[in-house]
């Protein structure tokens, strides 16, 4: 579950030209990437209603990675936003973080085998 690697375009610090078209692009490509890692802990905080502190301990359970800005900060996805907000869900309704964490570790694994299955159900209903 962990986000891509490097945030920054490769030419970043372009001031026009090629390259300020491709950061264009690029910049385009990251609001439309669910992965991108765009929002600040406490940006990432306030918007699943939930403290730095329950992000980070989501991050010790191994549930969500953070990619790590140049500055050591934690970035989050929309993707792990997703993924924390159902935790938060499951908390708050009493389950131990955890637990909750093992539950959406199960549900994910189970869709991913439910999507598998309707693969092969395809290509064996192709087959025929």
């Known amino acids: 579950m962990a986000a891509k690697t490097d945030p920054t375009p490769s030419n970043a610090g372009d001031a ?4 300020a078209a491709e950061d264009a692009g690029a910049a385009e490509d990251a609001f ?8 600040t802990m406490g940006r990432a ?3 699943i209603g939930a403290t730095p502190g329950f992000l980070r301990a989501l ?6 990675t953070p990619l790590r800005s140049e500055g050591g ?8 936003l997703r993924i924390a907000q159902r935790a938060r869900e499951l908390v708050d ?4 973080i955890e637990a909750a964490c093992r539950i959406i570790t ?9 999507r598998a299955n309707e693969q092969l159900r395809a ?5 025929d």
């Open 59 to 64: 991050g010790g359970a191994g549930l969500i």
């Open 32 to 39: 439309d990437d669910a992965d991108y890692p765009a929002y």
């Open 45 to 47: 905080a306030e918007m």
């Open 16 to 19: 026009g030209g090629v390259g």
């Open 123 to 127: 290509r064996a209903s192709a087959q």
């Open 106 to 114: 199960l549900e994910d694994q189970l869709d991913e085998a439910l």
């Open 73 to 80: 900060h934690r970035r989050y996805s929309r993707h792990q």
């Open 93 to 96: 309704q009493g389950t131990p």
